[in-house]
């Protein structure tokens, strides 16, 4: 069973924390290599989840009829 992901701002607040553990460099080498995994990977999930509101924000612009409407988007492979 996966973990669900946070939403945007969660996401952002930890990797802030993240990112103030690392500043401070009261952890050992092993604990701070895990952290910065930890970041980059959150890194990454929040950034598809900006894509994909880019994403969505451009479906509405691009409306065809006119009206503002959504559409499903399929993943990018």
């Known amino acids: 069973m996966t973990t669900p992901s ?3 701002d969660e996401g952002l607040d930890q990797l802030e924390a993240l ?3 690392l500043e401070r460099g ?3 080498l092993e604990a701070a290599l895990a952290r910065f995994e930890e970041g ?3 890194s990454q999930a929040l950034q598809s989840q900006l ?3 880019q994403r969505k924000v451009e479906l509405l ?3 065809l009829e006119g009206g503002y409407h959504t559409e499903p988007l ?3 492979a």
Do not use: H, R
């Open 40 to 42: 980059i990977a959150l």
């Open 51 to 53: 894509a994909e509101a």
């Open 26 to 28: 009261d952890l050992g």
């Open 6 to 8: 946070p939403s945007f």
């Open 61 to 63: 612009k691009q409306s």
């Open 19 to 21: 990112v103030q553990q």
């Open 74 to 76: 399929e993943p990018e």
